[in-house]
């Protein structure tokens, strides 16, 4: 099994990338969605109270239902260049990545137990939490600043909160030169995904493995990547 890395800027297009590859027959693996579940844990939401106190939670529902996090409240409190916002932001990740990093370990295992050609990791800090030595490829999806403000609309983001996260990340500049591969995605999604189909059939190619969908995803014979191979 191939362990495919994809990053980005944000709002760049991974996720739109990652979706069309798992209908090619990728195991996608949203390290966003997995962290948003790791929140939801009880534990890790009493170490985020301790800290940030109880503002960071939505009001509760009914007397006795449990408290979900305020992710606009905490996003405002890690998001930014002071110092303090950066230790906030240190003390989320060191909360919230540990339990992600299990779980996504736990996927990568499960894709290859189940026969899947390719592990999809989206993982927006793929270099910074060094995913990046797991991986036998690594695409970049990148966008103008002008289109992914225009994409996100419906993200109830603005321009500076596009930023803000984006310079809590390793520069695009770097993503791009860390990879293998990177896709300008300023076009339609046709376009993105007659460039993702074309990649996609040169690492099967390259994998030996057709790069078609299988219906039987079980004993093939397709090696099995650990990550201490
Ligand atoms: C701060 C939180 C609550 C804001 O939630 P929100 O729903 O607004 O954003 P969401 O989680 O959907 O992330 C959207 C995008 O923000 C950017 N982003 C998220 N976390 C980070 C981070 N730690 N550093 C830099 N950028 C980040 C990424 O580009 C990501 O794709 C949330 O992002 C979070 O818990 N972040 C810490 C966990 C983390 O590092 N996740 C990234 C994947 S491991
Ligand atoms: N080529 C395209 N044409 C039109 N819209 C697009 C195109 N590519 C992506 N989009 C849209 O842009 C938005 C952002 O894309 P997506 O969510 O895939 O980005 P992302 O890189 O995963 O973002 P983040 O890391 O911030 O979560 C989505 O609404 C998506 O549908």
Not at 105 to 133: C, M, N, Y
Not at 142 to 167: G, V
Request: glycine share 6%.
């Amino acid at each position: 099994m191939i362990i495919l890395g994809i990053v980005g800027s944000p709002a760049g297009g991974k996720s739109t990338a990652a979706k069309y590859l798992a209908g090619l027959g990728a195991e996608w693996i949203n390290a966003d969605l997995i962290a948003r579940d790791c929140l939801a844990d009880v534990d890790v939401l009493a170490q985020l109270v301790e800290r940030f106190g109880e503002a960071i939670l939505l009001p509760a529902t009914a007397p006795e239902s449990t408290r979900e996090v305020d992710r606009a409240k905490i996003a405002d409190l890690v998001f930014g260049e002071d110092e303090q916002k950066r230790n906030n932001l240190r003390y989320l990740e060191s909360i919230v990545h540990p339990p992600t990093r299990q779980r996504i370990l736990e996927r990568i295992e499960q894709s290859a137990e189940t026969g899947k050609p390719v592990a999809l990791l989206d993982v927006p800090l793929l270099f910074e939490s060094r995913w990046d030595l797991a991986c036998d490829a690594i695409w970049c999806v990148h966008a103008s600043l002008e289109n992914r403000l225009d994409r996100i609309e419906n993200r109830r983001w603005d321009r500076s909160e596009l930023e803000r996260r984006e310079k809590c990340q390793l520069a695009i500049e770097t993503k791009c030169r860390l990879s293998d591969h990177v896709m300008w995605n300023d076009s339609t999604l046709e376009a993105l995904h007659e460039n993702l189909h074309r990649q996609w059939l040169k690492l099967a190619k390259m994998n030996q493995w057709s790069g078609k969908p299988r219906p039987d995803p079980a004993g093939d014979g397709h090696k099995k990547h650990c990550l201490s191979d």
